[in-house]
């Protein structure tokens, strides 16, 4: 029987989309208690250590966060495994450089590089709506932010687009069909398209239906689907290849072709 908090994660353990190497230790950084979930998230060490490689040891990426160069979405955070997770803004201000956590077609986390204006915003999923005390409103996002006073017309499974100064939101996507969509869950994580239509399946898991840019046709749980725009236009820049998974030959023939170019 488990004593208090786990305090260790095993390398091989750790989440596959961290993409860790299983020779560099025995261990691997454990995720903070924060706004994500272990699973749906990456500590901040595993970002700027191995993905971004603004550090090289654990001791340094210490002394780079405790110089208070390092913030998430426009706060400052000094706990190097803090967890980052979806649509997390990250800011380094010495550099001028600002990062958007995304998922690539694969399932993978990825450091989207995002300009300084499209930093000032996030979107954040509904989770949940409730009434606090005496009667007021408020809604639960994906990443634990509690916000008072939502519009009417807001329902769960919507987005909001979210100003990580105020913490007010500037608006809203309704989870409907024709608008597009980011799957951050089960096998078509990374995937960008149009909801096209949603199964109901009381008792079980809602099926929701959605087709890429190029045609491709797909389902996923109602729970992986997250809105990121009002029709066809999204609200935050894509990664390269637009959401689109290729099939294995499709991605043979495509690097055949640039290394074709390449000679």
């Known amino acids: 029987m488990a004593r208090g908090p786990k305090k260790h994660l095993k390398r091989l353990n750790a989440p596959k989309k961290w993409m860790l190497d299983k020779l560099s230790g025995k261990l691997a950084p454990r995720p903070s208690a924060g706004p994500h979930k272990l699973r749906e998230s990456m500590p901040l060490i595993v970002v700027l250590r191995n993905k971004l490689k603004y550090s090289l040891t654990y001791n340094e990426t210490k ?111 309704k989870f409907e069909p024709g608008n597009v969509a980011y799957i ?17 399946h009381p008792g079980s898991f809602d099926i929701v239906h959605v087709k890429d840019s190029v045609g491709h046709s797909f389902a ?24 689109v998974r290729l099939s294995i030959a499709e991605e043979r023939d495509r690097k055949l072709a640039a290394k074709a170019k390449e000679m």
């Open 220 to 243: 996923t749980r109602l729970n992986n689907v997250f809105p990121i725009g009002k029709g066809k236009p999204a609200w935050i820049s894509l990664p390269r290849g637009k959401g």
């Open 63 to 173: 002394k780079v966060t405790m110089s208070r160069a390092i913030k998430v979405d426009g706060k400052v955070r000094t706990d190097m495994c803090f967890p980052i997770g979806f649509q997390d803004v990250i800011t380094i201000d010495k550099t001028g450089e600002h990062f958007r956590m995304l998922f690539d077609v694969k399932g993978r986390f990825l450091i989207h590089r995002i300009k300084k204006d499209e930093a000032a915003y996030k979107l954040c999923r509904v989770k949940s709506l409730s009434t606090a005390a005496k009667g007021i409103p408020v809604l639960v996002t994906h990443d634990g932010r509690t916000i008072r006073y939502p519009a009417p017309s807001v329902k769960v499974h919507d987005t909001i687009k979210l100003e990580i100064e105020t913490g007010k939101i500037l608006d809203y996507v």
């Open 184 to 200: 951050t869950g089960g096998q078509n994580c990374g995937r960008i398209g149009i909801i096209t239509h949603k199964e109901k």
